[in-house]
Every structure is written in structure tokens, then in C-alpha cells.
């Protein structure tokens, strides 16, 4: 199983990004998926969670009412729209995929690639 993601980039504070993550097979038999970031010097966290099948999702309090999690079931995808963004928001974002509900990093089956987001003031 493989995940890529990709949308990373350079934007200035109150910007928006969207990231995608593809799966190279059906890692979405999974029944989570979600993003997570790790910032230089941090642990890494997660950003948000969704429920494969039903599509509940779950957010970091950082991050609530400014980003958004989303899934294409036809297309095998997941998105993160990531609107209002901060300097505090600069990090490494990977996608996951999991069983366990909610994600954390302890319980991801499978990491996809990093994606540098940076957030400039």
C-alpha cells in the first residue's frame, strides 16, 4: 500500500492550501484515513481524521473551522482544504491510514510521504 500525497507549498499567512492523498491500491479498506504534521523540533500530531465509510470526521482544536477533511470514494482520495493559514501552521504534512478510530500516531498502518506546507507572515 501506498499513499501519496502532494499540494504542499509556500503561502503567506490568511492564504489557503489544499493537500490530496492518493492511494496505490485500496488502502481505504482502512477504516480511517487523516493528516497529520510534524513542525522542526515537534512531535508529530494529528491535523484531522475521517471516517472512511460513513465520512465523520474529527479535527485538532488548532486547526477547527479553518480546515477541512474530505474523501472521493470513487476516485480513492482524501483531501485537506486548509483555509485561514498561520505561521504556526508551517510543518510537514503526511497522510495515514489506519484501522483504529481516532488516528493517532501510534495506530497509523500506513504513512504516505511528506508534504512541506509553509506558512509565511
Known amino acids: 500500500v501506498q499513499l501519496q500525497a502532494s499540494g504542499g507549498g509556500l503561502v503567506q499567512a490568511g492564504g489557503s492550501l489544499r493537500l490530496s492523498c492518493a492511494a496505490s491500491?485500496?488502502?481505504?479498506?482502512?477504516?480511517?484515513m487523516g493528516w497529520f504534521r510534524q513542525a522542526p523540533g515537534k512531535e508529530r500530531q494529528l491535523v484531522a481524521g475521517i471516517i472512511w465509510r460513513s465520512g465523520g470526521s474529527y479535527y485538532a482544536d488548532s486547526v477547527k473551522g479553518r480546515f477541512s477533511i474530505s474523501r472521493d470514494i470513487a476516485k480513492n482520495t482524501m483531501s485537506l482544504q486548509m483555509n485561514s493559514l498561520k505561521p504556526e501552521d508551517t510543518a510537514v504534512y503526511y497522510c495515514?491510514?489506519?484501522?483504529?478510530?481516532?488516528?493517532?500516531?501510534?495506530?497509523?498502518?500506513?504513512w504516505g510521504q511528506g508534504t512541506q506546507v509553509t506558512v509565511s507572515s
Open positions: 491500491e485500496r488502502a481505504f479498506s482502512t477504516s480511517n
Open positions: 495515514a491510514a489506519g484501522q483504529k478510530s481516532p488516528l493517532r500516531v501510534s495506530n497509523v498502518d500506513y
